[in-house]
């Protein structure tokens, strides 16, 4: 009973929720507010690691906001960086410490 209550109350959310849009394509997954900005979060895969990239554009010639974390096989390593406009972050989870990049 409180599982469908909740997910009744989720649906409602995304249908009322018109200024917010979210879609997943290609391994990656974004999602767009009016008043914060797109939100685009994507996985990728390495040897010995899985990195995890969230990236913030909030309007158009701001600074890009970076958040990765890095997960190996016994321990996690967040990390934050930022970008010039336009630009994407990048993660690189194969050298330690991880280390953010721009493309």
Known sequence: MRSSALLATMVVGFVVAGAAVA?????????????????????QRYDQALGVIAQLVRQLGEETEC??????????????????????????CDINPPVGGCK
């Open 23 to 43: 879609e997943q394509a290609g391994g990656q997954i974004s999602a767009e507010h009016s008043d914060i900005g797109r939100v685009e979060t994507r996985i």
């Open 67 to 92: 958040q990765g974390v890095c997960f190996f096989p016994t321990s996690q390593r967040p990390i934050s960086w930022r970008c010039a406009p336009k630009s994407n972050c990048d993660l690189h």
